[in-house]
């Protein structure tokens, strides 16, 4: 698989890092310059072929997308700059207009701060609770938790599909059934999960869903937001401007239809065309393909990981509920240091918190190492990394007691 991706094609690097970005395949960087090359105008704007073309290309785009997740109609897809900006979005003009005192807000401990820290906001300006739904031992959500937390003063549940700290899978479609029945809509973070496994927003029966593309080999800067047409369609715009509008007066305006009413300004109509070629490529090797490739590299990691007495693995021991990223530390080495040190070796890796600051805190941690596989990855790639780690270690056992 390498052979599509020119960094990892042109290069010894040991990418390990895909939670963050993926890498991108030749084909979709094709496809960028494709566009600029032939088709460079804006969308909805000109009276003239280019323009029309350009129209063409990222409409068509939003129609596979939808297919891709199995909207029911396009119109249900927005495009955004990332999942964050998604998030907001549905923070800001579903929550700020649904939202009253008491009511709650139930997000998980694992949520990145992109789906934590705007509930925060607007619970506050609304009046209403921001409640948390907390990890076992074996870092997952117990149905008990599930069913404990969401009640029927729940009007909001936000869920990672897939932690981007853990890689615990959640339970999605529990907690939407659940939640559903007490009346409650749910927001799912497709983000750590869109580029493992292959997601049915009807059969899931999710409200909300987002995702960024460049987490699934698109380039930077391109997100989705899935919305239930009923629910959009009740909903205010986030952003004002241009080509979101139906008319204007002095002092008043009233709102194109969706998906336009959410899509204020030129869009990054590049990203969309990448995100487009992107779902071709997943597509043409196939999420069967894609698990079979990245379950055994996952197994091989946490297999060869757990050999080593001087780690701690912070995953859950159910194989079945992991995907995509291994969290672990060097016992009384800072992961900094470790990232440092296997940047030196080429390996890489992210340190830190994972823009996850409460579940570290939960955990009784400052940060940790993240691995993130992709299925460009290779078994080989976690030698590499069990070798780099094996030599840290031996860096720093003297200064260190495990």
Same mark, same amino acid.
């Given at each position: 698989?390498?052979?599509?991706?020119?960094?990892?094609?042109?290069?010894?690097?040991?990418?390990?890092?895909?939670?963050?970005?993926?890498?991108?395949?030749?084909?979709?960087? *094709?496809? $960028?310059?494709?566009?600029?090359?032939?088709?460079?105008?804006?969308?909805?704007?000109?009276?003239?072929?280019?323009?029309?073309?350009?129209?063409?290309? +990222?409409?068509?785009?939003?129609?596979?997308?939808?297919?891709?997740?199995?909207?029911?109609?396009?119109?249900?897809?927005?495009?955004?700059?990332?999942?964050?900006? !998604?998030?907001?979005?549905?923070? +800001?003009?579903?929550?700020? &207009?649904?939202?009253?005192?008491?009511?709650? $807000?139930?997000?998980?401990?694992?949520?990145?701060?992109?789906?934590?820290?705007?509930?925060?906001?607007?619970?506050?300006?609304? &009046?209403? /609770?921001?409640?948390?739904?907390?990890?076992?031992?074996?870092?997952?959500?117990?149905?008990?938790?599930?069913?404990?937390?969401?009640?029927?003063?729940? /009007?909001?549940?936000?869920?990672?599909?897939?932690?981007?700290?853990?890689?615990?899978?959640?339970?999605?479609?529990?907690?939407?059934?659940?939640?559903?029945?007490? &009346?409650?809509?749910?927001?799912?973070?497709? !983000?750590?999960?869109?580029?493992?496994?292959?997601?049915?927003? *009807?059969?899931?029966?999710?409200?909300?869903?987002?995702?960024?593309?460049?987490?699934?080999? #698109?380039?930077?800067?391109?997100?989705?937001?899935?919305?239930? /047409?009923?629910?959009?369609?009740?909903? !205010?715009?986030?952003?004002?401007?241009?080509?979101?509008?139906?008319?204007? +007066?002095?002092?008043?305006?009233?709102?194109?239809?969706?998906?336009?009413?959410?899509?204020?300004?030129? *869009?990054?109509?590049?990203?969309?065309?990448?995100?487009?070629?992107?779902?071709?490529?997943?597509?043409?090797?196939?999420?069967?393909?894609?698990?079979?490739?990245?379950?055994? $590299?996952?197994?091989?990691?946490?297999?060869?990981?757990?050999?080593?007495?001087?780690?701690?693995?912070?995953?859950?021991?159910?194989?079945?509920?992991?995907?995509?990223?291994?969290?672990?530390?060097?016992?009384? $080495?800072?992961?900094?240091?470790?990232?440092?040190?296997?940047?030196?070796?080429?390996?890489?890796?992210?340190?830190?918190?994972?823009?996850?600051?409460?579940?570290?805190?939960?955990?009784?941690?400052?940060?940790?190492?993240? #691995?993130?596989?992709?299925?460009?990855?290779?078994?080989?790639?976690?030698?590499?990394?069990?070798?780099?780690?094996?030599?840290?270690?031996?860096?720093?056992?003297?200064?260190?007691?495990?």
């Amino acid at each position: 698989m390498k052979r599509d991706f020119p960094l990892l094609e042109n290069s010894n690097i040991v990418y390990l890092d895909s939670g963050a970005t993926s890498q991108k395949p030749k084909q979709v960087i *094709q496809a $960028v310059q494709e566009f600029y090359n032939k088709y460079n105008a804006n969308p909805h704007r000109g009276a003239y072929d280019l323009s029309a073309e350009a129209t063409e290309i +990222y409409e068509n785009t939003r129609t596979k997308i939808s297919e891709f997740i199995n909207a029911k109609n396009r119109e249900e897809i927005i495009f955004s700059k990332n999942a964050t900006e !998604s998030l907001n979005l549905i923070a +800001y003009s579903y929550g700020m &207009g649904n939202l009253k005192e008491d009511d709650e $807000v139930v997000i998980s401990i694992m949520e990145h701060h992109s789906n934590l820290v705007p509930w925060q906001k607007v619970t506050k300006a609304t &009046g209403s /609770k921001l409640k948390y739904m907390y990890i076992n031992d074996q870092f997952e959500l117990s149905n008990q938790e599930i069913e404990t937390k969401i009640t029927d003063k729940t /009007k909001i549940v936000g869920i990672a599909h897939v932690s981007n700290a853990l890689g615990t899978i959640n339970n999605v479609k529990k907690i939407i059934e659940y939640a559903h029945k007490k &009346g409650a809509i749910v927001i799912v973070d497709a !983000s750590q999960s869109i580029s493992h496994m292959k997601i049915d927003v *009807q059969e899931l029966d999710c409200d909300f869903l987002v995702f960024s593309g460049h987490k699934m080999l #698109a380039p930077l800067g391109i997100g989705v937001l899935y919305g239930k /047409k009923e629910i959009l369609d009740k909903m !205010s715009p986030f952003l004002m401007g241009g080509d979101m509008i139906e008319y204007v +007066y002095e002092q008043e305006t009233t709102f194109a239809p969706l998906p336009n009413k959410f899509e204020a300004g030129t *869009q990054n109509v590049e990203g969309v065309i990448g995100l487009g070629s992107a779902i071709e490529y997943i597509q043409k090797i196939g999420y069967d393909k894609i698990q079979e490739i990245e379950k055994n $590299v996952i197994l091989y990691a946490r297999q060869e990981l757990s050999k080593l007495e001087f780690m701690t693995l912070y995953l859950t021991p159910n194989e079945e509920n992991h995907s995509g990223v291994i969290s672990f530390n060097i016992k009384g $080495v800072h992961p900094h240091d470790v990232a440092s040190i296997l940047n030196s070796m080429n390996i890489c890796i992210r340190s830190g918190n994972h823009c996850a600051q409460p579940l570290m805190r939960f955990l009784n941690i400052d940060s940790t190492c993240r #691995a993130s596989f992709s299925f460009y990855n290779t078994k080989e790639d976690v030698d590499k990394l069990i070798e780099g780690l094996k030599k840290t270690y031996e860096m720093f056992k003297k200064y260190i007691s495990i």
